[in-house]
Structure formats: structure tokens, C-alpha cells
């Protein structure tokens, strides 16, 4: 099950993530498609609230579920208050529980780590995926007050004027992608960087998989 959104006020949606990719294009970087961990972990932890949740784990089986950053309710009347506590609570819940488990008796590992080669291990690339995904979300969204206030930095709006057109174009490109039915069964809809960090892409990915896992696209590509 996911979240179901009013997508006739996208803008909430892509405002949020905006407030996190605002902060993380606020100053120059760059990216090399040889770049190692460290460089994609520094990359995606830019501007992210949740990125110590996302750090490596003192101990095995200690992934954890990120606090919100704002109330249950605060995503209202976009997404109502129960629903984001079955998704926050329950299905994130179960997803952590099991990537616990999964790596049990294992060293711990950063869970963006894990998503490089989550396709050949298993019950990491759901648990593990659902984690990191659920995560990103969660740390993506803001509410409507905050969003109205977050100015789009000048770097990135070139970025997405030369990607997309427009933002408004973007906008509309994103909720074709991520209308009923234009992903079968469950997915995720990102916009991201390319390895090259000159152009934004949007992508879908099945079930939990996510565009950091080698295989699930072209090239591995930053949320």
C-alpha cells in the first residue's frame, strides 16, 4: 500500500522536495562517475535532516525509523494524519525490522551502502530499499506554510529550467509519471541528478527499488 496524494495540488509535493535539494544546491558540487562511497554519501546526506539516521549503525540490527520532522497531521488535507502513521509507524516499521534481521550477526553497514548492490542480496533490496526509500521521503516532504517560505536556489533552477523547461513543466511531467497507473503495481517516482551533476532526470522505480542500486537503471543516479 502507499500514500495516495491530492495530485491536483502536486505542488505541495514538489515544493518539499525542493526544500531539501535547495539546501543541497545551495553551493557548488560536483559529481564523477567514478566518484566512491564517500562521494555519493556526502552527495546525498547534503541538506538532509535525516542523514544520521542514515549513517552507519553502532551495532547490528540498529536501523531505526527516523522521527518525523513535523506532526502526523501536517501534511493535511494532501495527506491526512492516519495515513501517515500506518506508513510512518507500521510499513516502515516492518521494513526496518526486517533489514534488521537480514544483517543480524553481519558488520554494520551505512543503508546507502547497501543500496550499490541491493539487487544481488536478497532481503536487502525490499527491506533495505524500503528503508532507505520511506527515509528520503519522509525527510522530502514539509508542510504547506514551510514549502511557501523555501526559495529555489539559483543553481538548481537552472538545472531544472535546462532539464525540464520550466519548474512548472517539471511539475507537470512528474505527476504524468506518478499518476494512477502510470507505474504497474507499486513504485516510487524520483527526480534525479545524473552522475555528471549537469542534468535532472525523472525516473520510476518498481516496488522498493531506488535509482542508487546498479542494474535498476542505465546508471546509478542521485535522489
Same mark, same amino acid.
Not at 518525523?68 to 501517515?84: G, K, V, W
Not at 514551510?146 to 529550467?161: F, G, H, P, Y
Not at 555528471?196 to 535498476?216: I, S
Given at each position: 500500500?502507499?500514500?495516495?496524494?491530492?495530485?491536483?495540488?502536486?505542488?505541495?509535493?514538489?515544493?518539499?522536495?525542493?526544500?531539501?535539494?535547495?539546501?543541497?544546491?545551495?553551493?557548488?558540487?560536483?559529481?564523477?562517475?567514478?566518484?566512491?562511497?564517500?562521494?555519493?554519501?556526502?552527495?546525498?546526506?547534503?541538506?538532509?535532516?535525516?542523514?544520521?539516521?542514515?549513517?552507519?549503525?553502532?551495532?547490528?540490527?540498529?536501523y531505526a525509523v527516523p522521527d518525523?520532522?513535523?506532526?502526523?497531521?501536517?501534511?493535511?488535507?494532501?495527506?491526512?494524519?492516519?495515513?501517515?502513521k500506518i506508513h510512518h509507524d507500521?510499513?516502515?516499521?516492518?521494513?526496518?525490522? =526486517?533489514? =534488521?534481521?537480514?544483517?543480524?550477526?553481519?558488520?554494520?553497514?551505512?543503508?546507502?551502502?547497501?543500496?550499490?548492490?541491493?539487487?544481488?542480496?536478497?532481503?536487502?533490496? =525490499?527491506?533495505?530499499?524500503?528503508?532507505?526509500?520511506?527515509?528520503?521521503?519522509?525527510?522530502?516532504?514539509?508542510?504547506?506554510?514551510?514549502?511557501?517560505?523555501?526559495?529555489?536556489?539559483?543553481?538548481?533552477?537552472?538545472?531544472?529550467?535546462?532539464?525540464?523547461?520550466?519548474?512548472?513543466?517539471?511539475?507537470?511531467?512528474?505527476?504524468?509519471?506518478?499518476?494512477?497507473?502510470?507505474?504497474?503495481?507499486?513504485?516510487?517516482?524520483w527526480i534525479c541528478v545524473n552522475?555528471?551533476?549537469?542534468?535532472?532526470?525523472?525516473?520510476?522505480?518498481?516496488?522498493?527499488?531506488?535509482?542508487?542500486?546498479?542494474?535498476?537503471?542505465?546508471?546509478?543516479?542521485?535522489?
Open positions: 500500500k502507499h500514500i495516495k496524494t491530492n495530485m491536483t495540488k502536486f505542488s505541495l509535493a514538489v515544493s518539499a522536495i525542493l526544500v531539501g535539494s535547495a539546501a543541497a544546491w545551495s553551493t557548488p558540487m560536483t559529481m564523477k562517475a567514478d566518484a566512491g562511497v564517500d562521494s555519493r554519501r556526502n552527495i546525498l546526506q547534503k541538506g538532509a535532516a535525516f542523514a544520521a539516521g542514515l549513517a552507519a549503525p553502532a551495532a547490528a540490527g540498529a518525523l520532522l513535523y506532526d502526523f497531521d501536517a501534511l493535511e488535507p494532501y495527506i491526512d494524519a492516519p495515513t501517515m507500521k510499513h516502515h516499521g516492518t521494513y526496518v525490522a =526486517n533489514i =534488521n534481521k537480514a544483517t543480524e550477526g553481519k558488520d554494520p553497514v551505512p543503508i546507502l551502502d547497501l543500496m550499490a548492490d541491493a539487487l544481488e542480496a536478497g532481503p536487502v533490496r =525490499n527491506s533495505g530499499g524500503g528503508h532507505y526509500n520511506h527515509a528520503f521521503f519522509w525527510d522530502e516532504m514539509t508542510p504547506a506554510d514551510k514549502a511557501a517560505k523555501t526559495k529555489v536556489s539559483d543553481q538548481l533552477e537552472a538545472l531544472i529550467n535546462k532539464s525540464f523547461g520550466s519548474m512548472d513543466e517539471m511539475k507537470a511531467q512528474f505527476e504524468a509519471r506518478a499518476a494512477p497507473g502510470a507505474l504497474f503495481g507499486s513504485g516510487w517516482v552522475q555528471a551533476g549537469d542534468e535532472l532526470k525523472l525516473v520510476g522505480t518498481p516496488n522498493q527499488d531506488n535509482p542508487l542500486m546498479k542494474g535498476v537503471l542505465d546508471e546509478v543516479m542521485f535522489p
